[in-house]
């Protein structure tokens, strides 16, 4: 953002960003320094234990689409997968916390 020249922002919301990066706590800063003096900012950060379900899954899409041969293949295969989670899945229960807690899917 430095580099870019484009000034302060009053606002910079930042969704799952900063937890890919290298040096989180280095964008952390550098999204800090790009704010005006009265500006905000909204976060959201990865947590390992929240996305649980979410790594599961991929792992289970992993084994389940070990032999598909084509990408329509994988996507089939996993809605299949998907139709038939119990609500007590970890993945299908943060469905279900989404949609409790929002109103909506948020993922």
């Not at 040096?23 to 996305?51: D, F, H, Q």
């Not at 991929?58 to 089939?76: G, Y």
């Not at 139709?83 to 948020?106: F, H, M, S």
């Amino acid at each position: 953002i430095p580099d870019m020249e484009v000034g302060k922002f009053d606002y910079i919301e930042c969704w799952g960003v900063l937890t890919h990066l290298l040096e989180p706590l280095n964008g952390l800063k550098i999204l800090k320094n790009s704010l005006t003096e009265t500006g905000g900012m909204s976060l959201m950060l990865y947590s390992k234990y929240a996305r649980t379900g979410v790594y599961q899954m991929q792992e289970l899409m992993r084994l389940v689409n070990k032999f598909a041969k084509t990408m329509s293949e994988e996507i089939e295969n996993t809605r299949k997968i998907l139709k038939i989670l119990p609500k007590t899945n970890w993945y299908k229960r943060a469905e279900i916390d989404q949609l409790e807690a929002y109103g909506e899917y948020r993922f």
